[in-house]
């Protein structure tokens, strides 16, 4: 329970259904934004009549989550702390948690559907296109998924908010969250720089044919596609094309230059399907949670890698997101951006 609207009314929900739970809320810092989040949380089940408890995750978040966003960013990518979190938080930790206490399973406020197919699970976008978050639960092992409860998925969001409400929960209108939880003012350099304890070194841009057009802030400053806050005039608009981060350097060109057909990815995450049912299928792949999909052909690579090809080219896929393999409305796994 994050003390939103969302986890909310999916313990409504699960209440409804005669579920015995309980609510569990993670505390992954000091502060104040996380102590009443905790506060919502308790109300929240105390209204519903519920046990409720805080569960310190900050050691395993600093570690898991937080050394793989600054890494990522010092190694030249673009992380996804949400699908990393799920996976290795709310459906590795906690999934441990739970079952050495006796649970079944583990409920939460995403919005996706799982069904239960010839004795394997299936991971599906949500009812609502608006708030489908089946990109962020794409990294997360079928084992985990077999023991998950999504109770939002057949909603809209603007039907939650009225069951929340009717339900008098005391967070029915509390607004989404819509930055990563750890940097909320969106400043990840700064972010960087406090957790390592160290400036960011500066380095330079260079067209792509190697010249030298200026300096840079650090490589790890800006992210692939990137064109606003670049600080270097040109006299035409320049995007950031990729990133080198042994050599500190950030390459800069027309936005053309961002449109790739192919990439590679690795880490496969198989769900419900076989290798052999993936490789030289056609499917829609997502390779960022905002981007809508395009079909390609994807092929196993060597080394337990992927290869995929579009049809059109796409713009700005990014080392370090999820390539996420769609069926319609059903996901067939993902594998991370190399």
Do not use: W
């Amino acid at each position: 329970m994050s003390g939103g609207v969302d986890s909310s009314a999916a313990l409504r929900l699960l209440k409804d259904d005669g579920f015995d739970c309980t609510g569990v809320t993670f505390v992954t810092d000091s502060s104040e934004e996380s102590e009443k989040a905790c506060r919502d949380a308790a109300a929240v089940a105390e209204g519903l009549g519920v046990p409720h408890t805080v569960l310190d995750v900050s050691r395993e978040f600093d570690e898991k989550v937080k050394e793989y966003f600054v890494r990522t960013y010092e190694e030249g990518g673009t992380p996804n702390p949400c699908v990393v979190c799920n996976r290795e938080i709310k459906f590795g930790l906690l999934g441990r948690c739970a079952a050495e206490h006796g649970f079944d399973g583990i409920a939460t406020g995403h919005y996706a559907r799982l069904v239960k197919e010839n004795g394997r699970v299936e991971l599906h976008r949500a009812l609502d296109a608006k708030k489908d978050q089946s990109y962020m639960l794409a990294g997360v092992p079928e084992s985990a998924l077999e023991k998950a409860i999504f109770p939002l998925g057949g909603y809209t969001k603007e039907e939650i908010r009225r069951i929340a409400a009717d339900a008098g929960i005391v967070t029915a209108e509390k607004k989404d969250s819509q930055d990563i939880c750890f940097v909320p003012d969106g400043d990840y350099a700064g972010f960087i720089e406090r957790f390592r304890g160290k400036k960011i070194e500066k380095g330079v841009y260079v067209d792509t044919d190697g010249r030298v057009l200026g300096e840079n802030l650090g490589q790890a400053h800006y992210t692939v596609g990137q064109r606003k806050g670049l600080g270097i005039a040109l006299g035409r608009h320049m995007f950031v094309l990729s990133k080198d981060a042994e050599t500190n350097t950030v390459v800069l060109g027309d936005e053309d230059g961002l449109f790739r057909r192919t990439l590679t990815a690795k880490d496969l995450n198989l769900i419900g399907v076989s290798e052999e049912e993936l490789d030289g299928a056609t499917l829609d792949v997502k390779i960022r949670y905002a981007h809508r999909g395009a079909p390609a052909k994807v092929e196993l690579a060597e080394g337990g890698r992927v290869k995929v090809t579009f049809e059109e080219p796409q713009r700005a896929p990014s080392r370090g997101q999820l390539a996420v393999f769609y069926r319609g409305t059903r996901v067939l796994g993902s594998a991370v951006i190399e």
